[in-house]
T-cell receptor, first 114, second 113 residues
Framework: GESVGLHLPTLSVQEGDNSIINCAYSNSASDYFIWYKQESGKGPQFIIDIRSNMDKRQGQRVTVLLNKTVKHLSLQIAATQPGDSAVYFCAENSGNSGYSTLTFGKGTMLLVSP | EPEVTQTPSHQVTQMGQEVILRCVPISNHLYFYWYRQILGQKVEFLVSFYNNEISEKSEIFDDQFSVERPDGSNFTLKIRSTKLEDSAMYFC???????????FGDGTRLSIL
């Protein structure tokens, strides 16, 4: 079946560095993508989303890039802080009925050292 | 900021027993979802619910599972006869529209003995 996957299971950075977390997706019909942050003992927390008619979207300290040609999604975090340490999941909308049924990737753990 | 709340935070149940997990979605949301996450694995979709009926369900969501919105605020997931492999974190989510980001609760850890 089609799936969403991540290239790097663990990313270690220094505080203040920029972080880039990557995600490959295989469902070319997906039209909506989301990045979630999951801290230990918590549920996935929405960070940023992007629709397939865009290739870039910016939020506060975060940018999501979408490359539909190679089916690649990335999350850039500027000036990474220790509080950014968490597991980051990309997810795609794989619903058949127009409802948002999310297929999650396996996650990348981001470790930020002070 | 409004949030999705789930109770209990941890549920321990004997195999074969029924369990009900409870969720209070964000108040103005109309779309509701259940996901699960087995320890160390990715989050998996179980079911979506809109207008008092299931709109989509995954292969995991078999006849042992059911969902209900018994009143205007609660959304429940019932597992009729639990199995060891049902042990996982169960997350409830809600969204304002079908294509808007889903907001998740902090989950219920279900442990089947």
């Amino acid at each position: 079946g089609e799936s969403v996957g991540l290239h790097l299971p663990t990313l270690s950075v220094q505080e203040g560095d920029n972080s880039i977390i990557n995600c490959a997706y295989s469902n070319s019909a997906s039209d909506y993508f989301i990045w979630y942050k999951q801290e230990s003992g918590k549920g996935p927390q929405f960070i940023i989303d992007i629709r397939s008619n865009m290739d870039k979207r910016q939020g506060q300290r975060v940018t999501v890039l979408l490359n539909k040609t190679v089916k690649h999604l990335s999350l850039q975090i500027a000036a990474t802080q220790p509080g950014d340490s968490a597991v980051y999941f990309c997810a795609e909308n794989s619903g058949n009925s127009g409802y948002s049924t999310l297929t999650f990737g396996k996650g990348t753990m981001l470790l930020v050292s002070p | 900021e409004p949030e999705v709340t789930q109770t209990p935070s941890h549920q321990v149940t004997q195999m074969g027993q029924e369990v009900i997990l409870r969720c209070v979605p964000i108040s103005n949301h109309l779309y509701f979802y259940w996901y699960r996450q087995i320890l160390g694995q990715k989050v998996e979709f179980l079911v979506s619910f809109y207008n008092n009926e299931i709109s989509e369900k995954s292969e995991i969501f078999d006849d042992q599972f059911s969902v209900e919105r018994p009143d205007g605020s609660n959304f429940t997931l019932k597992i009729r006869s639990t199995k060891l492999e049902d042990s996982a974190m169960y997350f409830c989510a809600s969204s304002n529209e079908g294509s808007q980001p889903q907001h998740f609760g902090d989950g219920t850890r279900l442990s089947i003995l």
